[in-house]
């Protein structure tokens, strides 16, 4: 893997703006590998992702804000910076359903995900013989109506000992508080096992049955407090047909679940998902 930084940027679409960051990056040495930008002509935003090679880069990386700040204020900026080589910190929540979770073990033993998975959290004891396959520590936590903030406050404490950069949530069956939430803003992935605006909150899988639909999906997302409505980052869909009852459903649906939720998660440990009005722009 290259050693390479990653600027994400969201402000006003106006004229410069290219050729000021390519200029910043150009005096400091910076070989750009990538670089990609979506203007979104209704809010009149210019979104950026820029991506290069730190050898030879003579800007140390602690020095960036400062020396970038005059840039930022001129233009309106809201950035963030990456370093590929950091491994982001991940948590995954899970409750009994286990396919998201294989999927994800296996793709972070792998390597595909560039990260480290120091914890497991559930609500059940299910998917414990999972994570001690992969020898993953699994911490198990009930939660009821009368200790769920109880609970919430030791999750929370468990992931600032762990030093949590973000969180995935492996089919976890519950609802988080927005106390929760806060903590984590556009850190916590969810995967709803549905084709959101449709069908969000519980049984999609009824729902579409009850429905008669053609298509079902799977939507990977930022959770937010308002439920099953924070900004999409991956979505797929699968055919089926009057023939198919609701466990059918259910096994097609695993599939997509499982894809879509890795695909986002690969996608936000890349820094390639850029959140903006409550939606996303994944770049390439």
């Keep these: 893997m290259r050693h390479t930084a990653v600027l994400l940027i969201s402000c006003p679409d106006q004229r410069g703006l290219v050729a000021a960051i390519a200029d910043f990056l150009l005096a400091h040495r910076a070989n750009i590998l990538h670089a990609d930008q979506h203007q979104d002509a209704e809010l009149k935003l210019f979104l950026m992702r820029v991506e290069w090679d730190l050898a030879g880069f003579n800007l140390d990386l602690r020095d960036f804000a400062t020396a970038f ?3 930022a204020e001129r233009f309106g900026m809201t950035w963030r910076l990456a ?15 286990d396919h998201c979770l294989a999927d994800l073990l296996y793709r972070y033993q792998s390597g595909e995900l560039h990260c480290e998975l120091p914890i497991i959290l559930s609500n ?11 020898r993953v520590p699994y911490q198990h936590m009930a939660v009821t109506k009368e200790s ?20 995935v949530l492996a089919r976890y069956m519950q609802v988080l508080s927005g106390d929760f939430i806060r903590h984590f803003p556009n850190r916590i992935i969810n995967i709803h ?7 969000h909150g519980a049984k999609p899988y009824h729902r579409a049955f009850e429905r008669g639909v053609k298509l079902i999906g799977a939507t990977a997302h930022y959770v937010t407090e308002t439920l ?5 980052i991956e979505q797929d869909v699968a055919r089926i047909s009057h023939r198919d009852h609701i466990d059918d ?7 997509l679940e499982k894809v879509v939720l890795s695909r986002a998660v690969k996608w936000h440990l890349d820094n390639r998902v850029l959140v903006y009005a409550n939606k996303t722009v994944v770049f390439d």
């Design 69 to 71: 700040q005059p840039i």
């Design 249 to 255: 459903l259910i096994h097609k649906g695993a599939d």
């Design 124 to 134: 059940h004891e299910d998917t414990r013989w999972l994570a001690d396959a992969y």
């Design 148 to 167: 769920k903030h109880e609970t919430e406050q030791i999750q929370l404490a468990i992931l600032r000992d762990q030093k949590i950069d973000f969180i």
């Design 193 to 199: 096992h549905s084709f959101l605006p449709a069908f």
């Design 83 to 97: 370093e590929s080589s950091r491994k982001p910190r991940m948590a995954v929540f899970v409750s009994k359903f």
């Design 228 to 232: 099953d409505d924070g900004p999409i």
